[in-house]
């Protein structure tokens, strides 16, 4: 860690976020996006009986989206974020050259984004989009060339609302084949661990 990614006046640092956790309505519907869309690894899952047997409040499924980072999905009715605020939001970091790509991607899976744009003097480059639950997301780069001809923000969040179930009808045979190929890796490395 460089010395200033940190408060040397203090002698113990948080080394990294390890999971964040999204409240969700269908844990796997989640996880379906998060592994369609954001391209994640379902790395574990809730036994479906721990509720029942009062060793968890809600069932969860964990998915990794990269080295370092995990999202729990965790079930429940309630916490989502309303359509219209800005906070909290996730942030995930992709390369400058890729942004692109990350849109014509949220494109092809039909999810309503607003980008790329800018926060005008930061030199990042955003795309701002919401899984299907309505948590907000943002794709995130810094240094992208030809950041300043990208409009600033901010953006009408009506258009990062789902308006059609997600996913759409052409679209589910993929994506369930791309989750439960993800869910059958893991539960044959848990058998084997």
């Not at 942004?99 to 999810?111: N, Q, T, Y």
Request: proline share 8%.
């Amino acid at each position: 860690m460089a010395s200033s990614d940190f408060n040397p006046d203090v002698p113990l640092h948080i080394r990294a976020l390890n999971h964040t956790t999204i409240p969700v309505r269908d844990r796997y519907k989640a996880a379906l996006f998060c592994v369609a869309v954001l391209g994640g690894e379902v790395h574990h899952e809730s036994a479906p009986d721990r509720v029942k047997k009062g060793l968890a409040r809600s069932l969860q499924v964990g998915v990794r989206l990269c080295s370092g980072l995990e999202i729990d999905l965790f079930e429940q009715n309630y916490g989502q974020p309303a359509w219209d605020q800005s906070h909290p939001h996730h942030a995930l970091d992709v390369p400058a050259e890729e942004l692109e790509k990350w849109a014509a991607h949220l494109k092809k899976w039909k999810v309503p984004f607003v980008g790329p744009m800018t926060r005008a003097g930061t030199g990042s480059a955003e795309i701002y989009f919401n899984d299907p639950d309505g948590n907000h997301l943002e794709l995130h780069c810094s240094n992208y060339p030809g950041y300043e001809k990208l409009p600033a923000g901010p953006y009408d969040k009506r258009l990062t609302v789902h308006k059609q179930p997600w996913p759409s009808a052409e679209l589910e045979a993929e994506a369930n084949r791309l989750l439960q190929v993800s869910l059958e890796r893991m539960r044959r490395l848990k058998k084997t661990a």
